[in-house]
């Protein structure tokens, strides 16, 4: 018996379809067993068209991007009456995203910003037409309906995607590894004591050794281990796109606290090196952090 799938598309880059895409010949493994709904990314399907399902008629249903606009949030909140299994596909569902760091601003100053004051603006303003509202923040979607499976990743990669597809076609449980990038990394690790902090541009990289022991702010060591440590292995730092490991409440915090136990420099020298720590320690999940929260609270106070 198929399973019906619905594969929704909130604020993002849609790279998390492309993943699914990328399977190529694999594809061939999990669609027969699929009765897709729903999935504007690929099929000219309309808003009306999901709407007009039956609640829980979709067995699997899968949402990447996250809620910038009152749109989104409406898609969202159907996707969950709609669906029996919801899953956050992608950090920007998980965690809010890259886009979650504009939390660190109001509205207003990014709407002024975006469309009044850029240096590329010559006749600025607001649209307000024809346009979804904006929300006032960004919050991950699983603390706006509840979620039954996380599968974290910028994007997930298309082995990701597909054994969690699988794993739901079976009726197994998904469930996250509790390993790390440095876990899956190949180079050969020291006991670090930081003493620089380079740029990925600078210097020249000894492919064997640990990235983080040469200087370079790679955050294996705080990200959890599904991408088969992708970027290190080529000799780029992970930027910690998918996310902490299960049990781990805040990337960033850990991140930080981590890193305040290896580098032997001043805090001149740390804030120097790191001159947007936030984009830094919270690349992808900013938006689920205790800070944002607090920035949140702060916001809504002076207003």
Not at 11 to 22: A, H, I, R, T, Y
Not at 179 to 204: A, L, S, Y
Request: overall charge negative; proline content about 8%.
């Amino acid at each position: 018996m198929t399973k019906r799938a619905a594969f929704a598309q909130l604020s993002s880059c849609w790279g998390c379809d492309q993943s699914l895409v990328d399977l190529h010949l694999k594809l061939l493994d999990v669609l027969p067993e699929l009765e897709i709904v729903y999935w504007p990314a690929v099929v000219d399907y309309k808003l009306k068209d999901l709407e007009n399902l039956p609640d829980r008629s979709i067995h699997f249903g899968f949402v990447e991007g996250s809620c910038r606009t009152r749109e989104d949030e409406h898609l969202l909140r159907t996707m969950r009456a709609k669906s029996k299994v919801l899953v956050a596909w992608g950090s920007c569902s998980c965690y809010g995203g890259v886009q979650g760091l504009a939390n660190q601003w109001t509205l207003k100053e990014l709407l002024e910003r975006k469309f009044l004051k850029a240096e590329t603006i010559t006749d600025g303003r607001i649209p307000d037409e024809n346009v979804p509202g904006f929300k006032e923040d960004i919050r991950p979607n699983p603390d706006v309906v509840p979620f039954d499976v996380l599968l974290p990743g910028c994007p997930p990669t298309s082995d990701n995607t597909a054994e969690a597809l699988s794993a739901l076609l079976a009726g197994q449980p998904f469930d996250l590894p509790e390993k790390t990038v440095c876990d899956q990394c190949p180079k050969v690790r020291e006991e670090k004591h930081i003493k620089v902090v380079h740029r990925t541009h600078e210097g020249k990289v000894d492919p064997e050794r640990c990235l983080l022991d040469q200087g370079y702010l790679c955050l294996g060591f705080a990200t959890i281990g599904m991408c088969g440590a992708q970027c290190p292995s080529v000799n780029t730092p992970c930027k910690g796109c998918f996310g902490p490991p299960p049990g781990i409440k805040d990337h960033g915090a850990k991140i930080i606290s981590a890193l305040g136990a290896i580098a032997e420099m001043s805090p001149e020298e740390l804030k120097e090196a790191f001159p947007d720590p936030l984009g830094s320690f919270y690349f992808t999940d900013y938006a689920a952090s205790y800070l944002s929260r607090l920035v949140g609270h702060t916001k809504e106070e002076e207003q």
